[in-house]
């Protein structure tokens, strides 16, 4: 029985996945089951930051399996506190305290409940719990039914509703419409520094300052969600410092590039002082108010741990931004008219494609037509919305390897 007629027979439809079976990896290669070798610019849509078995967090992996591979949070794991250092400590650089979680959709969900906490010791006036997190459209916050909740785009939404009340959508990039969207019931303004799922868009510096100075204003927690862009992905450690880097905000989410490949997400929230009387903020999640029977298991600690030093160490948010340099410089020289528009930061760009220019059978997209013939041609990406392609490639992606994927991308490009 093919792999194919495995999937078909067993497994839940909910992906529509291409006819490719990977089978092994090393660096920025993928090698199927027929033999054949691709440059891998999707990375498990940006999870494999530091490419494909990257020999210090196999090494990593190896000596902790060897050792412990799960206890309960029940107990103190030294990995997890070794991790949370290394997070604040050199990326973050702002004092607070992190939970660990299993993916971005559930570090999302934490940020979410903090919220909900938050506007319960903050309350209304009339000693009501404010409760809202105001989120934009085109966002992507994850699948759970709360962070689904918070996700801007209706086609995720269909057919699961009733969905989680306490939610609003506005315009992203539109620091006039947030302002004048504030409501009592508010209590959290929740967004990506670049929509990665809703067709890498990023924020503008402007908007991030004034979702900062509205948040100020109206004692409303101001909420980041860096899944995809965080850790280097995107110029810096942190996406938001390298678009508006005097911000400050009171909580972010992770996870894909966190772990390098094993699964792991996490959230932090600042320590900074809400009331009068000194209570910190992540005082308000105390013992019983969230949990996770996997989340910082100190197998996924010491893969993460590994994966951050690495990036560190190698100053590989700046080499991204290097590889962003090459790719946009080699991409103006082409001037093909199918390519529209280049957006996004770093390693996270999206390529936005005329529709006209590129025909489109029936029940596909003019960006799945395009990711379908890279493939063809030995180029992995994913694609971000109908008619814009992702390119992720790993952080310590070499020149050569840029300017192979860029040789197979024109070579598609120009056919249309």
């Not at 199918?338 to 005329?354: A, K």
């Amino acid at each position: 029985m093919t792999p194919a007629d495995l999937f078909s027979q067993h497994v839940l439809p909910t992906y529509a996945r291409f006819p490719l079976v990977p089978v092994r990896g090393e660096g920025c290669r993928l090698w199927d089951d027929t033999g054949t070798s691709y440059l891998d610019f999707c990375t498990g849509i940006a999870v494999c930051s530091l490419g494909h078995c990257h020999p210090r967090v196999v090494e990593a992996i190896r000596d902790q399996a060897g050792k412990l591979l799960h206890v309960s949070n029940l107990y103190q794991i030294p990995q997890q506190a070794e991790l949370a250092a290394e997070i604040i400590t050199h990326h973050v650089r702002i004092p607070g305290k992190v939970f660990f979680s299993n993916s971005g959709a559930e570090a999302n969900d934490g940020l979410i409940k903090s919220a909900r906490r938050f506007g319960h010791h903050r309350p209304q006036p009339d000693g009501s719990p404010r409760f809202e997190v105001i989120t934009f459209q085109q966002s992507f916050h994850g699948r759970t039914l709360g962070s689904m909740a918070a996700t801007g785009q209706t086609k995720i939404q269909e057919r699961f509703d009733p969905l989680l009340p306490g939610f609003r959508y506005l315009p992203y990039n539109d620091g006039s419409a947030l302002a004048a969207g504030i409501r009592p019931e508010t209590a959290a303004v929740l967004l990506e520094p670049v929509q990665g799922e809703g067709g890498v868009n990023a924020a503008t510096p402007e908007f991030l300052r004034a979702v900062a100075s509205v948040c100020k204003q109206h004692d409303l927690l101001f909420l980041l969600d860096e899944v995809q862009t965080g850790f280097g992905r995107c110029g810096d450690a942190m996406a938001w410092r390298w678009i508006a880097p005097e911000i400050e905000p009171d909580g972010i989410s992770w996870a894909k590039g966190l772990g390098g490949g094993v699964p792991i997400g996490a959230f932090w929230l600042n320590d900074r002082v809400i009331d009068a009387d000194g209570t910190c903020l992540p005082s308000l999640m105390g013992p019983g108010s969230h949990g996770s029977t996997y989340g910082g298991n100190p197998l996924v600690c010491a893969a993460a741990l590994a994966v951050l030093q690495e990036i560190r160490e190698k100053e590989l948010a700046a080499h991204a931004l290097l590889m962003e340099a090459r790719i946009r410089k080699t991409l103006r020289e082409w001037n093909l008219p199918v390519v529209v528009e280049v957006r996004g930061h770093g390693l996270l760009l999206g390529l936005q494609l005329d529709p006209a220019r590129i025909p489109t059978p029936e029940g596909k997209t003019p960006a799945l037509v395009v990711v379908t013939r890279l493939m063809e041609r030995g180029l992995l990406v994913p694609a971000a919305g109908p008619h814009t392609l992702r390119l992720l490639p790993p952080l310590n992606v070499t020149p050569a390897e840029i300017d192979e994927a860029l040789a197979i991308l024109r070579e598609v490009l120009r056919d249309f």
